[in-house]
């Protein structure tokens, strides 16, 4: 069963200002563009997505995107390294709109699979900025153990805080994530833990999702 863990409105108080509201418009939600949505994906670093093992899909319906990971995890105790307890991945990606329209991303979800020993407990930490802003702070979920089950979070951003992408310019979406295994109370010389992420959805309207708009003029 999937285990739900939070739902956190965070970023309200920390995102500047955006590039939208700079340009003198409401950043009120619109329907998404019916033109095709293209992502793509510059780079991709870190120990949690080597080379070849994160991809990205548009949804049908442009309100999403989707972020797939292979090779997500981050354990500690038997069978893992001294470095295996933090894993982290940083992308930077370019989203193509249509002409005339500007995005926010307003939701995201992440989830994935923990098995923590009892005394042990995992963090699942991100945060998400476009190129030449200031960064949102990170956004934190905790999972104690014992747990073995699915997990998925939740980050709301509030309407009021939606930070858009300026219109007519292509900006790069960062993407920062990071997973953590501590051992706690655990004995890891009997024990192994782990959580590992298998996605990372975001919407334009609300798995990351789009919140669109229309750039003046339009």
């Known amino acids: 069963m999937l285990a739900v863990f939070a739902t956190l409105g965070l970023f309200a108080s920390t995102l ?75 992308l930077n990606i370019v989203v193509h709109v249509p002409q005339g329209f500007t995005y926010a991303v307003s939701q995201v979800d992440y989830r994935g699979f923990a098995s923590l020993a009892s005394g042990a407990s995992a963090i699942e930490r991100a945060n998400y900025y476009f190129q030449g802003q200031t960064q949102t702070v990170y956004s934190s979920h905790t999972i104690a153990g014992p747990f073995g089950d699915d997990w998925q979070t939740t980050d709301n951003v509030d309407m009021a805080a939606l930070v858009y992408a300026p219109c007519g310019v292509l900006r790069n979406l960062n993407i920062n994530t990071e997973l953590r295994t501590m051992a706690g109370t655990s004995n890891p010389a009997t024990t192994t833990s782990f959580i590992s992420m298998d996605s990372t959805d975001g919407a334009i309207n609300t798995v990351y999702h789009f919140s669109w708009a229309q750039c003046p003029g339009h």
């Open 16 to 90: 500047l200002a955006g590039p939208a509201s700079a340009e003198g418009f409401m950043s009120l939600p619109v329907p998404p563009p019916s033109d095709r949505i293209v992502i793509d994906l510059v780079t991709v670093n870190g120990s949690g997505c080597p080379a070849g093992t994160a991809a990205i899909a548009v949804s049908p319906d442009n309100t999403a995107f989707t972020v797939t990971y292979s090779n997500y995890m981050a354990l500690i105790g038997v069978g893992s390294t001294t470095t295996d307890w933090r894993k982290n991945c940083q």
